[in-house]
T-cell receptor
Framework: DVKVTQSSRYLVKRTGEKVFLECVQD?????MFWYRQDPGLGLRLIYF???????EKGDIPEGYSVSREKKERFSLILESASTNQTSMYLC????????????FGPGTRLTVT | SQKIEQNSEALNIQEGKTATLTCNYT??????LQWYRQDPGRGPVFLLL?????KEKRKERLKVTFDTTLKQSLFHITASQPADSATYLC?????????FGTGTRLQVFP
């Protein structure tokens, strides 16, 4: 059974902390994505990666960075967490043929206080 | 700019009826369209993909249509069940990415 896992389901951090969210997929997918989801705004793409050590900015990259050192792992980093980064964070992966469906992880609900 | 619209109001229907959800888009000419299901607190799950040259696609009780003239996709669930209650998202490709609609929440009552 294919699987995308995320390091935490729930996370509470303080303003100014550096936050790491990790995502691992076991499907040998080339492409990986980080989204955030907020009520009324839907899924918004933060960053994506087509290959190891490659990254591309999505629609809302400000305040975030990413790392992809291994094909199966894609990390999202909040350099200095702020309250407006409180959200549900979703990781997804897919094959390099981009018509393929995206497989999503269970999500991390991050609260920044 | 490119825009996807799904009805933000919840759709409430009785068990056994057909649910129809709408996805409209503007300033797009997508080669395909995808539909996902999302349960509360969980990630979306892929349901169906329909290509621009396909008018209709079916999978069990699901049917999707794609009208490139109207710039609209309809998502039907026939003989709906309470277990079908969820939020349904449409997604369209935009260069190298997928753009998701905000989703429509479906509630099926017994």
């Amino acid at each position: 059974d294919v699987k995308v896992t995320q390091s935490s389901r729930y996370l509470v951090k303080r303003t100014g902390e550096k936050v790491f969210l990790e995502c691992v997929q076991d499907m040998d997918h080339e492409n990986m994505f980080w989204y955030r989801q907020d009520p009324g705004l839907g899924l918004r793409l933060i960053y994506f990666s087509y290959d190891v050590k490659m990254k591309e900015k999505g629609d809302i990259p400000e305040g975030y960075s990413v790392s992809r050192e291994k094909k199966e792992r894609f990390s999202l980093i909040l350099e200095s967490a702020s309250t407006n980064q409180t959200s549900m964070y979703l990781c997804a992966s897919t094959y390099s043929d981009r018509t393929y469906e995206q497989y999503f992880g269970p999500g991390t609900r991050l609260t920044v206080t | 700019s490119q825009k996807i619209e799904q009805n933000s109001e919840a759709l409430n229907i009785q068990e056994g009826k057909t649910a129809t959800l709408t996805c409209n888009y503007t300033n797009y000419s997508p080669a395909y369209l995808q539909w996902y299901r999302q349960d509360p607190g969980r990630g979306p799950v892929f349901l169906l993909l329909i290509r621009e040259n396909e008018k209709e696609k079916r999978k069990e009780r699901l049917k999707v249509t794609f009208d490139t003239t109207l710039k609209q996709s309809l998502f039907h669930i026939t003989a709906s069940q309470p277990a079908d209650s969820a939020t349904y998202l449409c997604a369209l490709p935009n260069t190298d990415k997928l753009i998701f609609g905000t989703g429509t929440r479906l509630q099926v009552f017994p």
